[in-house]
DNA sequence: GCCAACGTTGGC
DNA sequence: GCCAACGTTGGC
């Protein structure tokens, strides 16, 4: 028995993983995120998860494809790792402070939807949307079927 | 528990 | 590169 999909945006600086590279891995575990919301909201993931794939400081943010959850999620090996530049000191095998789950390629969107799109559709969306709130900086966030819905909409009218 | 300092995110 | 906004840390 299994639980309705649920749906997600997670934000990439392409610069450092993009579509593109998803494509290529196939699938990618999610490591490096150190926030405590974003953290939350992956530990809420399962398999199946509908994933909007975001890119974020790029010349054009916006939403670039569409992935999905690969397994629940588990402890980011790179808070153990005292090489990472994610090695977190207070983080321990007995209590891991952060999770990540895996993301599996989907698709590349047929055009991109940029972001300065997604905000004219504030009044569809609701202000509330964590990715067009004001001053927002949340890089895993969740998205509801209707916002779902909204945002692959303006995939052809991009 | 407050809050200043600091580091980071991310649009522009 | 700038900077507004935010989250986290740590002194008190």
């Known amino acids: 028995m299994s639980s309705p999909k649920r749906y997600w945006l997670m934000k990439s600086e392409p610069s450092d993983f993009s579509i593109d590279d998803l494509q290529r891995v196939g699938t990618e575990p999610w490591t490096g995120v150190r926030n ?6 992956m530990r809420q993931m399962q ?21 999905e959850v690969a397994c629940a999620s588990y402890p980011d090996p790179t808070q153990f790792d005292r090489k990472s530049k994610y090695f977190d000191e207070k983080s321990t095998r007995e209590e891991p402070r952060w999770s ?3 993301v599996r390629y989907v698709r590349h969107l047929a055009k991109p939807v940029p972001l300065d799109l997604i905000r004219t559709q504030v009044d569809s969306l609701g202000e509330e949307f964590a990715l ?11 998205v509801t079927a209707a916002q779902w819905k909204i945002l692959l909409g303006l995939e052809h009218k991009a």
């Open 132 to 142: 067009i709130r004001r001053g927002s900086r949340l890089s895993v966030l969740p």
């Open 36 to 41: 405590f919301q974003a953290r939350n909201f």
């Open 47 to 67: 398999v199946g998860d509908g994933v909007l794939f975001y890119h974020s400081s790029t010349q054009v943010p916006g939403i670039y494809g569409l992935a």
């Open 100 to 102: 990540l789950v895996d």
